[in-house]
């Protein structure tokens, strides 16, 4: 089966960085989605990785290693408005979207 | 302004009942997606549809279905609401029809079934 693995959930303290990482399972891969969601709201779009390596936007960096089955997100310092869900999703060999459950971020002072 | 906008927002109603919410985007987008979002926060695809082709994920009751009247507007109407189609329900788009493009997302409609 295919399969989207997150932590569900972490802390870290404002300033500070943080790795959320995902693991997948596909048949097929067509490229990884990090989204981020807000409670109560919609996800919006953060990052889409289909090359390895480390792709950076600000502060927040994806990275990808297709061979492992691996990416993650990397949150530099860290505000109080990047407490969130954070959702991985991968595109399968059919372009169907596999979403993981999300990790949820919890950020304090 | 509002990308992709859906209503309502909130829908409380009884087991049984029938209900529809609708979904707009002024995006210009090719596809457009519904989507369940359980408790436990897993994003679970409904249906997909473009102007050719409407895929239906296979896991979905046949009380749940698609509408869309152009391009612009994709409506899902439910028949004979269970208690565990309690859910936040979210619109989506995008360009093309690959899944290989960022997903716009509509606020979602959080549906309560008492």
């Known amino acids: 089966g295919q399969n989207i693995d997150q932590p569900t959930e972490m802390t870290a303290t404002e300033g500070a960085i943080v790795q959320i990482n995902c693991t997948y399972q596909?048949?097929?891969?067509?490229?990884l989605f990090w989204y981020q969601q807000h409670a109560g709201e919609a996800p919006t779009f953060l990052s889409y990785?289909?090359l390895d390596g480390l792709e950076e936007k600000g502060r927040f960096s994806s990275f990808l290693s297709r061979s492992k089955g691996y990416s993650y997100l990397l949150l530099k310092e860290l505000q109080m408005k990047d407490s969130a869900s954070y959702l991985c999703a991968v595109s399968d060999s059919n372009y169907q979207l596999i979403w993981g459950a999300g990790t949820k971020l919890i950020i304090k002072p | 302004d509002t990308a992709v906008s859906q209503t309502p927002k909130y829908l409380v109603t009884q087991m049984g009942n029938d209900k529809s919410i609708k979904c707009e985007q002024n995006?210009?987008?090719?596809?457009m997606y519904w989507y369940k979002q359980d408790s436990k926060k897993f994003l679970k695809i409904m249906f997909s549809?473009?102007?050719?082709?409407?895929?239906i994920n296979e896991t979905v009751p046949n009380r749940f279905s698609p509408k869309s009247p152009d391009k612009a507007h994709l409506n899902l109407h439910i028949n004979s609401l269970e208690l565990g189609d309690s859910a936040v329900y979210f619109c989506a788009s995008r360009y093309g029809t690959g899944d290989t493009g960022e997903l716009f997302f509509g606020e979602g409609s959080r549906l309560t079934v008492l």
């Open positions: 596909t048949s097929g891969f067509n490229g």
């Open positions: 549809y473009n102007n050719k082709e409407l895929i």
């Open positions: 995006l210009g987008h090719d596809t």
């Open positions: 990785n289909v």
